[in-house]
């Protein structure tokens, strides 16, 4: 199996840096919702301390995925696709790609408004994005709510592509994602 990406399909680097930051991402929403029910103590602090560390760790590790994207091919759709779904494709990966920077960014804006340094593992710290204003970190907490929300519904429609690909197109776009799959 490839490290690179060919015509044909993704390579072992871009699929880990995918498969990844899924699993991170999930991480994230499941210690969102045992945080957000807990009462403000020592554990609650601890669990948004870890979720600050796992999401700069997925903004870092999207800013690696984008330049060995640079650096590669990308995989070519299959030609049966019309030109609408070929560009609902590129505006779905293309908004994948926004979010997973921007939730990362709102975050860390949102933890320099409010003056809580964002520490990461105990190696460094982030420096401030903004000034702290106390008056706009509600406002970062509902951006940063919202950009959430708005990745939940574009992974949404992801997953229905790729299943559908999967299951009723039976190409091997989905495949292509997968190691240890040899493309058709
Ligand atoms: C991919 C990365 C991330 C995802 C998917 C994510 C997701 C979430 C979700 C789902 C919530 C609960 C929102 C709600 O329903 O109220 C939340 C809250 C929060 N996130 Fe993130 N987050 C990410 C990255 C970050 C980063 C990098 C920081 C800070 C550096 C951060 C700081 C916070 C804080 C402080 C809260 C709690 C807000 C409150 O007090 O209610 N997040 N996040
Ligand atoms: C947090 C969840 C996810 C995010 C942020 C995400 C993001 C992305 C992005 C940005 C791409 C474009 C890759 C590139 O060309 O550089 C992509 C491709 C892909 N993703 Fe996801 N993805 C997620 C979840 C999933 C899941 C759960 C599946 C499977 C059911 C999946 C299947 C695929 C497939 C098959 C491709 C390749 C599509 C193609 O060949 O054009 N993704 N994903």
Do not use: C
């Amino acid at each position: 199996m490839q490290y690179r990406n060919t015509s044909m399909r993704y390579g072992l680097v871009a699929q880990f840096f995918h498969w990844l930051i899924v699993a991170l991402i999930i991480t994230q929403f499941v210690l969102a919702e045992i945080f957000e029910d807990m009462p403000l103590g020592l554990e609650k602090i601890a669990m948004i301390v870890r979720h600050k560390e796992i999401g700069m760790t997925v903004l870092l590790l999207a800013i690696l995925r984008l330049i060995w994207r640079y650096f590669n091919t990308t995989p070519v759709l299959p030609d049966t696709l019309k030109t609408y779904e070929r560009r609902l494709a590129h505006l779905t990966h293309t908004l994948l790609y926004l979010l997973i920077f921007a939730i990362p960014v709102s975050g860390w804006i949102m933890s320099s408004l409010a003056k809580i340094p964002v520490d990461y593992f105990g190696l460094f710290v982030f420096p401030d994005l903004v000034s702290p204003d106390k008056s706009l970190v509600d406002t970062s907490k509902v951006v940063h709510e919202l950009l959430t929300k708005a990745l939940l519904i574009v992974v949404g429609l992801h997953v229905i592509a790729a299943l559908k690909h999967h299951f009723f197109l039976k190409d091997d776009v989905l495949k292509r994602m997968l190691p240890f799959h040899k493309p058709d």
